[in-house]
């Protein structure tokens, strides 16, 4: 039996030569080629795939490859019945949900109204200080590159009706002994640690500084100008689209089971997450600004396929929405840059695989992963040498692993 993980995941795609037409300019794969090698992935067990689908573009832009294999459950729906997954089914897409944040977030740095090396205290209303370096700020820079000392605690997610400044202050409901901060030994800005609770944060200061819910900025200022019916936590989402909801799925019982979405609401409610053992937080009594669990900017996107890579198509063009530039192109450029390199002589953060190895994480930009091309074997060249150009991020909870990839240099 083979256990699948992000990295065994991504290699096997990569022998399955679903790569190819990337890393190879104008390569093109027959459609059903692709399903093809696509449903070679595809298996039921605990170490099972139920379902796949990719679109890769060239160094041109041309799409040169697409094809979906497999089912999905439907929502919803008291039987389970199943409906072939396709381009257009959402899901929730996991972490890639943290880059497509920060293009949000970076309109506001864009406009001159937050700088990335700002102390996150001053947006966010309360002074946030690792206790045991309390005269070391913790900055922008730092949430978006996960060098910013923070962890995520056991009361993972703060629920709505809490605040998230709980989980910071001594003797708050959600301090949980410190378990929100790194060792001491390791200050903000010295090691790299991927934490949630760092774009949570983010999501809070544009509720700050926008006088907007996270959700529906996201959809005034990202979504809506690239035509995009998508959104964090069903948010904005059309009920047309809700319908075609693919849940994450899990194998249980000798069969497959809802992990998340197995109950889409209908539009326009979202889904956040409600406190135990108390009465439930609507959506209306949400308090601005107190708490960016919320909505997800961590992990909860919702879109399909076809949504990724008309994002993709985004950040390879620089910035731009159609005729229009969401972001300036330096913005792009800044967020592909690395603030944190992997030091293997000196070990300076926890790659994903251990001390001393590259592992998933060689380098980390604005919430963007950037390949350093060691081997796959102890390293992130998942598909090859030329992957090692790709920028992006991974995505893997509640049954999805994504990976979505560009190169910012075409168009």
């Not at 959104?231 to 019982?253: H, T």
């Not at 961590?298 to 530039?325: E, I, K, P, T, W």
Request: charged residues 20%; glycine residues 14%.
């Amino acid at each position: 039996m083979h256990f699948w993980t992000r990295r065994s995941l991504m290699q096997a795609a990569g022998c399955a030569g679903l790569a190819g037409p990337v890393a190879k300019a104008g390569a093109v794969a027959a459609k059903g080629q692709v399903e093809l090698s696509l449903g070679g992935l595809l298996c039921d067990g605990p170490d099972g795939i139920v379902s796949a689908g990719l679109i890769l573009r060239d160094g041109q832009g041309v799409v040169t490859a697409a094809g979906v294999a497999g089912r999905r459950l439907r929502a919803n729906s008291a039987l389970p019945l199943w409906r072939p997954f396709d381009f257009d089914a959402p899901f929730r897409v996991a972490s890639v949900s943290k880059m497509v944040a920060t293009v949000g977030f970076m309109r506001l740095v864009d406009s001159g109204r937050v700088g990335l090396d700002d102390d996150i205290s001053i947006h966010l209303g309360f002074r946030l200080r690792h206790p045991r370096f309390p005269d070391h700020k913790i900055t922008v820079k730092q949430l978006l590159s996960h060098t910013s000392s923070l962890r995520n605690g056991p009361s993972y997610p703060v629920p709505a009706g809490h605040a998230l400044e709980e989980a910071f202050e001594i003797g708050g409901r959600h301090y949980d002994g410190g378990a929100w901060f790194g060792p001491p030994d390791r200050p903000p800005g010295s090691w790299f640690c991927y934490a949630d609770v760092n774009f949570c944060l983010v999501a809070q200061i544009i509720e700050k500084i926008s006088g907007e819910r996270f959700d529906h900025y996201m959809t005034r200022n990202v979504f809506a100008p690239l035509g995009l019916d998508i959104g964090y936590n069903w948010s904005g989402v059309s009920d047309l689209k809700r319908r075609e909801a693919a849940p994450g799925l899990r194998w249980l019982n000798g069969g497959w089971t809802t992990q998340i979405d197995a109950l889409v609401p209908a539009a326009p409610a979202s889904s956040i997450p409600q406190p135990k053992a108390e009465p439930p937080v609507g959506e209306a009594d949400l308090a601005l600004g107190a708490n960016g669990f919320l909505f997800s900017p961590q992990g909860g996107l919702r879109l399909s396929l076809r949504d990724m890579d008309r994002l993709a198509v985004f950040f390879r063009s620089g910035g731009r929405a159609g005729d229009d530039r969401l972001v300036s192109a330096q913005t792009v450029d800044a967020m592909q840059t690395p603030v944190w390199t992997f030091d293997r002589s000196h070990p300076n953060g926890d790659t994903g695989e251990g001390q001393g190895v590259v592992g998933l994480f060689g380098a980390y930009g604005l919430a963007v992963e950037i390949p350093q091309g060691a081997a796959p074997g102890d390293g992130d060249a998942y598909f090859g040498a030329a992957s090692s150009q790709w920028r992006g991020h991974l995505g893997d909870a509640y049954g999805w692993m994504t990976t979505f990839r560009f190169i910012s240099d075409f168009g």
